[in-house]
């Protein structure tokens, strides 16, 4: 597929997604914020695709922000009509049935932040840089930020890193519970595909149920939604042959059905 500010590599069944503003450390404006959004109905679409590595270009964004310069004379109905289709267009990542992971090559900050908390597993280089600054700006972040990083480090840490709208390094993200792994650039994509490999072997409808339910992890119906996602993954011949591998002791061949 062809983007003006992403870069779309298939590498074997695995999607490397390229956010690509250099000029502008990746910030996300409007137009990108769509092509993304466009290139994740692809991949729900694409059955060829098992697994999607997220990143920035060069190596000294993941994403720096949202693109300010589209702020300037917003007024509230403006930012709410933002934040909504942000949300809409993080949803579909946080939804996608598929695995996605966040390979943050350096500054993930305010939109980057909140568009790596999108992403199922984030994986971090040693010079990735945190933050959700947008105090600074006299506004708090709008892309679903205040949601996902009180989820993911708690209430505290969430509430410390929003209102002080400090930066926190790789190494302090990992002990937030903020990222899964911290590598050397170099080893970042390649660690991404060794997770994606791994992952592609397992069966594809219960990896997709797992996501669904892990996300209903802080809904009132989430048990029940995981009870009717072991239903939905107990149903399939996938299972079936799961079940029938482990009991004659060989490796299970899943065909996603």
């Known amino acids: 597929m062809q983007f003006e500010n992403l870069l779309w ?3 074997e069944d695995i999607l490397l997604l390229t956010i690509h503003r250099p000029s502008k450390l990746n910030a996300l404006n409007q137009s990108t914020m769509h092509e993304i959004s466009t290139a994740f109905d692809a991949i729900y679409q694409n059955d060829s695709i098992k697994g999607v590595i997220l990143t920035g270009s060069g190596e000294k964004a993941f994403v720096a922000g949202a693109d300010i310069s589209e702020f300037i004379g917003m007024d509230s ?10 949300h809409e267009v993080f949803f579909k990542i946080e939804n996608c049935p598929k695995p996605v992971i966040a390979a943050v090559n350096g500054f993930a900050l ?11 597993i984030r994986l971090a280089a040693e010079n990735a840089r945190f ?7 006299g506004i708090i972040p709008g892309y679903g930020g ?17 209102m002080t709208a400090d930066i926190i390094d790789a190494k302090e993200a990992l002990l ?3 990222v899964n792994h911290v590598l050397p650039l170099a080893e970042l994509i390649p660690k991404a595909l060794e997770m994606l490999s791994k992952i592609k072997q397992k069966a594809p409808i219960a990896i997709a149920q797992v996501i669904r339910s892990a996300n209903a992890s802080y809904a009132d119906n989430g048990y029940d939604i995981e009870a ?3 239903a939905k993954s107990a149903a399939t011949e996938d299972f079936s042959e799961g079940a029938n591998a482990f009991l004659e002791k060989r490796k299970a061949n899943f065909q996603g059905k």
């Not at 403006?78 to 289709?85: C, D, E, G, L």
């Not at 305010?110 to 199922?120: D, Q, S, T, V």
């Open 176 to 178: 937030w519970g903020l």
């Open 9 to 11: 590599e298939v590498k």
């Open 110 to 120: 305010g939109g980057g932040c909140e568009l790596a908390m999108a992403c199922h």
């Open 131 to 137: 933050g959700q600054p947008e105090v600074n700006l």
């Open 77 to 86: 109905s403006n930012a709410k009509s933002m934040a909504q289709r942000g």
């Open 146 to 162: 205040t949601q996902r990083l009180t989820q993911l480090v708690g209430k505290g840490k969430a509430l410390e890193l929003m």
């Open 228 to 230: 009717d996602a072991f």
